[in-house]
C-alpha cells in the first residue's frame, strides 16, 4: 500500500513556473513507476509525464516535452514536477500516480495508487 499527497500547485501567470512535488508513504517506493496526469475542466484525465523506478527513464507527452521535468528523489519517497513557460491550457488539477510496472505505461489503469492531486492555474 502507497499513500500519495501532492503539493506546489497554485495561481501562476502564463510563461511563469511552478514545482509540484508528490510525498509518498508506505512501502518501498523505489519500487513503484511514478506518473503524473492532469484533468482540465470538462476533460478526462490525461497522461502528462512518468519515471521509471530508478529514475533513469522518463516521459512525457508531446504537450509539455521540453516545459515539464519529472524527477525523484528515492531516499526521501518524493517525486517532482518542474513547470515552466506554463500556460492557460495547462490550467488542471494535477495527480500523482505509483504503480508496479517495470516500464513506464501512460494508461490511467496501470497506476494502482493516487493522491488527491492538487490544483494548477494559469493566467493568461
Known amino acids: 500500500q502507497v499513500q500519495l499527497v501532492e503539493s506546489g500547485g497554485g495561481l501562476v501567470q502564463a510563461g511563469g513556473s511552478l514545482r509540484l512535488s508528490c510525498a509518498a508513504s508506505?512501502?518501498?517506493?523505489?519500487?513503484?513507476?511514478v506518473a503524473w496526469f492532469r484533468q482540465g475542466p470538462g476533460q478526462e484525465r490525461e497522461f502528462v509525464t512518468a519515471?521509471?523506478?530508478?529514475?533513469?527513464?522518463?516521459h512525457y507527452a508531446d504537450s509539455v516535452k521540453g516545459r515539464f521535468t519529472i524527477s525523484r528523489d528515492n531516499a526521501k519517497n518524493t517525486v517532482f514536477l518542474q513547470m515552466s513557460s506554463l500556460k492557460p491550457e495547462d490550467t488542471a488539477v494535477y495527480y500523482c500516480?505509483?504503480?508496479?510496472?517495470?516500464?513506464?505505461?501512460?494508461?490511467?489503469?496501470?497506476?494502482?495508487?493516487w493522491g488527491q492531486g492538487t490544483q494548477v492555474t494559469v493566467s493568461s
Open positions: 508506505g512501502r518501498a517506493f523505489s519500487s513503484y513507476t
Open positions: 519515471i521509471n523506478r530508478s529514475g533513469g527513464i522518463t
Open positions: 500516480a505509483a504503480g508496479s510496472t517495470y516500464t513506464i505505461r501512460l494508461a490511467l489503469s496501470s497506476y494502482n495508487y
